[in-house]
């Protein structure tokens, strides 16, 4: 069993910043990708945030400048700061450990941005 669990359950106001953190236990010890989703009410889940073993990193054209995504493989922990968080922002924020073909997700935490 795979489990990722999402830390920080924020309500910000805009222009605020907040860190989530995700961290992974169980039989895989290493993912090839990790990264952030994000699902808003009545919207379909978007990748965020995504950092490959190799350090490469890809982001969601709404959040560049924002957002950074950043790994910590021995503690199989994957972060992401948001910086000058708007309203538009608000979503839950989900986890996500890729191995290969095989995805496994965290169960979101909600973020709100509102003044």
């Known amino acids: 069993q795979v489990l990722l669990v999402e830390s920080v359950v924020g309500l910000v106001q805009p222009g605020g910043s907040l860190r989530l953190s995700c961290t992974a236990s169980g039989r895989v010890r290493f993912f090839n990708t990790m990264a952030w989703y994000r699902q808003a009410p009545g919207k379909q889940r978007e990748l965020v945030a995504a950092m490959s073993s190799d350090g490469t990193t890809n982001y969601e054209d709404s959040v560049k400048g924002r957002f950074a995504i950043s790994r910590d493989v021995s503690k199989n922990t994957v972060y992401l700061q948001m910086n000058s968080l708007k309203p538009e922002d608000t979503a839950v924020y989900y986890c996500?450990?890729?191995?290969?073909?095989?995805?496994?997700w965290g169960q979101g935490t909600q973020v709100t941005v509102s003044s």
């Open positions: 996500l450990g890729r191995v290969i073909t095989s995805d496994y």
